[in-house]
């Protein structure tokens, strides 16, 4: 059963690698200045729909990273309307991820996460019940909000509560995207150049926090 499992395992992860490389290589074809001045041009109501239901894909599909896409959206948008339709995007994803994780509790968590990584998630939830805590780890930058809001989804924890506490946790870390890309737009350096900083600082910080209650939770 075991070889099953992991044969199974390998396939989703070769066919995954497979579709990143084809992304990839497509994307170095691209030039996205030349994209966005496109999109630019389209009806606003138009672009905030496209980028709130990218956003919400992101969420659900956590093997996508979000920060380029919260970087468009403080590009075309501006750092406040930008903010706004990811924190919209992000809310309606995390929605789809607690009923996804409600029918198919960890089939659809080990699609997209290690089991040693869900573990470690689980385990570590177990040990810091508060919800509180919680909302303080999707505070920081850099901290790992994807697994979180899918592992997280199979506690006991109300719906509406839940989707309050992760929109706003997001803030601090869309923020800083928008803003930076917004910064760089209206040719603003030195403000995009301290907001890069002031995020990497919060990223490394948030990283060895994260790692921090790990390996607390596993002593």
């Not at 910064?183 to 150049?193: F, H, M, P, Q, T």
Request: aromatic fraction near 14%; glycine fraction near 6%.
């Amino acid at each position: 059963m075991n070889k099953i499992i992991s044969r199974k395992r390998m396939l989703q992860i070769i066919v995954i690698l497979c579709i990143l490389g084809v992304t990839i290589y497509g994307l170095c074809f691209i030039d996205f200045k030349q994209v966005l001045q496109q999109v630019e041009k389209l009806p606003f109501f138009l672009k905030a729909i496209t980028m709130i239901l990218f956003i919400m894909l992101q969420v659900v599909f956590a093997l996508l990273p979000g920060e380029p896409l919260e970087l468009a959206s403080g590009f075309l948008f501006g750092n406040f309307y930008g903010t706004l339709l990811c924190l919209a995007g992000s809310c309606l994803g995390t929605f789809f991820v607690y009923y996804l994780v409600m029918l198919f509790k960890h089939k659809i968590i080990n699609l997209f996460f290690s089991r040693e990584k869900v573990q470690e998630v689980e385990q570590m939830l177990s040990k810091n019940k508060s919800k509180f805590w919680i909302f303080l780890i999707f505070l920081v930058p850099g901290s790992p909000k994807d697994i979180l809001t899918y592992v997280a989804s199979l506690g006991n924890i109300n719906l509406v509560r839940w989707l309050i506490m992760t929109t706003l946790g997001r803030i601090p870390s869309i923020l800083t995207s928008t803003y930076l890309s917004a910064s760089l737009k209206e040719g603003d350096i030195v403000s995009a150049l301290i907001v890069l900083l002031l995020t990497i600082a919060m990223v490394i910080f948030g990283g060895v926090y994260y790692r921090y209650s790990v390996k607390k939770s596993n002593a």
